[in-house]
């Protein structure tokens, strides 16, 4: 059994976390570079350290969840969400229920809320957010961040909801208000329901095939009839109607 495999059983023992769920070599290459980064040989060495050092396991998941994220990533997509999606769900509920699933460090969630204030009352506003690593979350709540994170948000955009900090962009209050942060492991964890839009973007690239399928399904359990799934831009899915999704345009699926 190489240790690989060890290191896999004893992290789903630790954490809850089944890195068998992941492309192996993807993960494999990007645990590896960490470890020898820090000095350690192997995986079994990897994994005595992490079972005693907290720091070393909050950068482990850190590295494992990949958090690459930026505001209205896709931007066209964004155009399409804004002009064609949330009319048609609002012309149904005028109070929407949405989940930002495996949300990164924030932007995904806080560009939904900036979206949707051309549509609704910032006060009706509420967007729930998930992601396995708690370090993101913590780092969405301060919602500080970087120019580059913002080089696809209009610039009216950026007036209206950020203020410029020396370097940095700070995501206005009555914006972070919209949004309540949770950790949540999708593979594991159980899934809310009655969602009008759930939001999962360039995060299934990461899992197998067993993984995102078990995954569609429960996303179609928590959309309510007629609720949208928005994925990634290299996330198509092929055989939508095996989740119970129509095309309602590309990267987005209504559910049946």
């Known amino acids: 059994m190489s240790d690989y495999v060890d290191f896999i059983a004893n992290i789903k023992k630790k954490t809850g976390i089944d890195l068998s769920y992941y492309k192996e070599a993807q993960m494999k290459r990007r645990l590896t570079s960490l470890y020898e980064k820090k000095g350690y040989r192997n995986f079994k060495d990897f994994y005595k350290a992490i079972h005693t050092e907290k720091k070393l396991l909050e950068e482990f998941l850190d590295r494992m969840t990949i958090n690459v994220s930026e505001f209205y990533r896709n931007a066209q997509r964004w155009d399409v969400l804004d002009k064609k999606i949330f009319p048609?769900?609002?012309?149904?509920?005028?109070?929407?229920?949405i989940w930002s699933a495996a949300c990164s460090t924030g932007e995904e969630p806080y560009s939904l809320a900036m979206v949707l204030t051309s549509h609704i009352p910032i006060r009706d506003i509420a967007i729930f957010a998930t992601d396995l690593d708690a370090g993101a979350i913590e780092r969405a709540k301060v919602a500080l961040y970087p120019e580059r994170?913002?080089?696809?948000?209009?610039?009216?955009?950026?007036k209206e909801f950020f203020i410029k900090d020396e370097t940095y962009y700070q995501v206005k209050d009555e914006i972070k208000r919209t949004v309540t942060f949770k950790q949540q492991n999708l593979l594991n964890d159980k899934y809310d329901s009655g969602f009008d839009l759930i939001v999962c973007r360039n995060v299934m690239i990461y899992f197998t095939e067993e993984a995102k399928d078990?995954?569609?399904?429960?996303?179609?359990?928590?959309?309510?009839?007629?609720?949208?799934?928005?994925?990634?831009?290299?996330?198509q899915i092929f055989n939508p109607s095996k989740y119970g999704f129509e095309s309602a345009e590309t990267f987005f699926y209504r559910k049946i």
């Not at 048609?88 to 229920?97: A, D, G, T």
């Not at 994170?149 to 950026?158: A, D, F, G």
């Not at 309510?224 to 994925?231: D, E, K, M, P, T």
């Open 88 to 97: 048609e769900l609002l012309s149904v509920n005028k109070k929407l229920k």
């Open 149 to 158: 994170s913002l080089k696809e948000v209009p610039q009216n955009v950026v």
């Open 214 to 235: 078990q995954i569609y399904k429960n996303f179609s359990k928590s959309l309510r009839s007629g609720g949208i799934l928005f994925v990634g831009s290299t996330e």
